[in-house]
């Protein structure tokens, strides 16, 4: 989704943003654009396309100035071309703005400022804002950002610029994040502090309504109040910085392969066998709280949606809560029935999906608590839970979740046995998890080690459409994730299911021409695997089998058989996820897709 950077430094700009556009690609776009203050002029490049090809004819151009701001935009009020692409004029070309969020009451400014003789050049609600703050400014920058504030609805980050402020960018957020980046004898804004890798080492987040003045001696901040903020700048971490691919081809690759180390961060020193104990310090639910939770909605979208699947199957089955994995996005339709007992987890990467927060908001406003299943701790929805389980996976670059679906198996699974314990029956939960959790990261390296099997199935598979993943039992949400991953990085049509629901309906797809993939490792729920995929076999579809090492009987029902390590069953959709995330990889790579940022997807979903 739509990404800002901006800077106001002593040394020229357009080589600063051109970079941080590169580094906000990830979040998904289809247009990009600059604006650059110089000498009280401002000047705007700006069109739909590919960073790659529209940020080297600018630096041909040689466009001057220390100060601008950048953006990435991903279609939401008119399609992408050169008029909607940000930045954003005033009928003067005084004031550029860009921005990231929503305006909700878009166009009833737009109807007044009409009615006032302003003419539009795009159809977007940004634009907007460029009218309102020109109009606003009487020589007081905060005075101004403070009046379009009191005049817009909705959740969103602006950088603005003015040909009368140089060298200053005004920053300002409600609902959207907006940081402050502090580098040597400059000072930037970003949407997420991976625009900011390399050049700010330490920053600033901007509070609700706060508005933001940076120069490149630094920068003054004035909160909701109208009162000038003073707050202490926080280090960037080595992993915010990270921005390689680590000689990888691709960024999912790398994070597939990240995917060991960073279970191993997330699982220890959090399990304690020999005692029977999980430690989940940071959920701010004592005993007492676990015992009299009567429910647990857990509400999230895609692949966070998945992995919430997997985590009420272990919430209800291990420490007896009744649980239920919602999409995010249809919470509020359907009316919650919600009261304190009643705990809402909000499952997300980046902490500010728009239909997860809006879950959150309606659990809140029902008086149920709530608790984050989070990769990113200082994020909208971070700021509004009652508590939170850190992901630990850290930052993900490729639009496709892949280490943050591990990684939420892996947390939701913890705060299982947590809740167990505290409802007595953390012993018994135990028992066989607790031995075998420690193995989880070493697994799934093996797991990796079945690229080479993957990599055969993927050259069986050119010029497939049409896929079904099937799964049972905590399994069932790896089906769902493998048919996620496939349809999203190649394209290939893929439909996931609990295998039991095979037989009443998807069944009728059944062809040579619809590959199937089953999950049958080893389980209460193999033997049912091993029948569908005969099912499937005797009626001439194709079937690759993900099967325990060893595994002769499915190796004999298979077209293809891709051997994982055996587990226990809470534990194995960790590593059997591991070669259909492969798979998915080399299915796309040979279609010639564009693995990391997929056609019309957008890393940070933050409209509804
Ligand atoms: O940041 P979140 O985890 O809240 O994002 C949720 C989904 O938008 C995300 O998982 C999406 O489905 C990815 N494309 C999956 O690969």
């Known amino acids: 989704m739509c990404g800002i950077i901006a800077i106001a430094g002593t040394t020229p700009a357009l080589p600063v943003l051109a970079q941080g556009l590169h580094l906000l690609a990830y979040r998904g776009y289809d247009s990009a654009g600059v604006a650059l203050e110089h000498q009280g002029r401002l000047h705007v490049e700006k069109d739909k396309g590919r960073i790659a090809d529209l940020a080297p004819a600018w630096l041909a151009r040689g466009l001057e100035g220390c100060t601008g701001i950048g953006h990435t935009r991903w279609a939401t009020h008119g399609p992408p071309s050169k008029p909607n692409a940000h930045p954003h004029l005033d009928a003067r070309g005084e004031v550029a703005v860009v921005h990231n969020g929503i305006l909700e009451n878009d166009l009833a400014l737009r109807e007044e400022l009409e009615a006032q003789g302003v003419r539009f050049a795009s159809e977007t609600d940004t634009e907007v804002v460029a009218h309102l703050f020109a109009r606003a400014f009487r020589g007081d920058p905060v005075a101004a950002a403070r009046e379009v504030l009191a005049r817009c609805k909705g959740h969103f980050a602006l950088a603005i610029l003015h040909a009368r402020l140089p060298g200053t960018v005004i920053g300002v957020r409600r609902g959207s994040p907006l940081l402050v980046g502090l580098g040597v004898g400059e000072v930037l804004l970003a949407s997420d502090t991976k625009a900011l890798a390399g050049r700010a080492d330490r920053v600033l987040d901007l509070g609700e309504d706060e508005v933001a003045l940076a120069t490149a001696g630094g920068v003054r901040i004035v909160d909701a109040a109208g009162q000038e903020v003073r707050r202490a700048p926080r280090a960037l971490g080595e992993r915010e910085q990270d921005t390689g691919k ?22 220890a020193g959090r399990v304690e066998a020999s005692r029977g104990r999980v430690r989940l310090h940071e959920v701010a639910l004592d005993d007492a709280a676990w015992r009299a939770t009567s429910r647990i909605d857990l509400v999230a979208s895609g692949t966070a949606h998945y992995a919430s699947l997997y985590g009420a199957y272990a919430l209800e089955s291990l420490a007896g809560i009744p649980s239920r994995a919602l999409v995010a996005a249809e919470y509020e339709a359907r009316g919650p029935v919600l009261d304190p007992s009643v705990l809402v987890v909000a499952v997300s990467q980046s902490g500010e999906t728009a239909d997860t927060k809006a879950a959150v908001e309606v659990a809140r406003a029902r008086g149920a608590r709530t608790l984050g299943v989070l990769n990113v701790r200082d994020s909208v929805i971070g700021r509004m839970v009652g508590g939170l389980v ?5 930052p993900e670059t490729s639009v496709a979740s892949t280490k943050v679906y591990t990684g939420m198996l892996g947390a939701l699974l913890l705060l299982a046995l947590r809740a167990a ?20 990261p070493g697994l799934v390296r093996r797991a990796l080690g079945t690229w080479e099997q993957v990599r055969a199935v993927a050259r069986h598979l050119d010029g497939v459409r049409d896929m079904l993943y099937l799964g049972r039992g905590p399994d069932a949400a790896t089906a769902f994730e493998g048919a996620l991953k496939m349809k999203e990085l ?12 095979m037989k009443h309906g998807p069944i009728a797809l059944v062809s040579r021409e619809l590959v199937t993939v089953a999950i049958a490792t080893p389980g209460p729920w193999r033997e049912r695997m091993l029948a569908n995929v005969r099912e499937v076999s005797a009626r001439e579809g194709p079937v690759v089998v993900v099967a325990a090492e060893g595994d002769r009987e499915a190796a004999r029902v298979a077209t293809h058989v891709v051997e994982v390590p055996a587990t226990d069953p809470w534990l194995a959709p960790l590593v059997n996820v591991v070669p259909l995330q492969l798979l998915a990889y ?10 990391d940022q997929p056609r019309n997807l957008a890393k940070t979903v933050t409209v509804q």
Request: proline letters at 7%; hydrophobic letters at 35%.
């Open 586 to 595: 080399e299915v796309a790579k040979r279609r010639g897709c564009d693995v």
């Open 246 to 267: 680590g000689g990888f081809p691709h960024f999912m690759l790398k994070e597939i392969h990240e995917q060991p180390d960073r279970l191993y961060e997330l699982l």
């Open 490 to 501: 190649s394209y290939v049509h893929a439909e996931g299911y609990p295998a039991g629901e």
């Open 421 to 440: 314990q505290a409802r007595g029956r953390g012993e018994e939960a135990l028992r066989t998890l607790g031995p075998a959790l420690p193995s989880v």
């Open 390 to 394: 850190d992901i630990h996976a850290g």
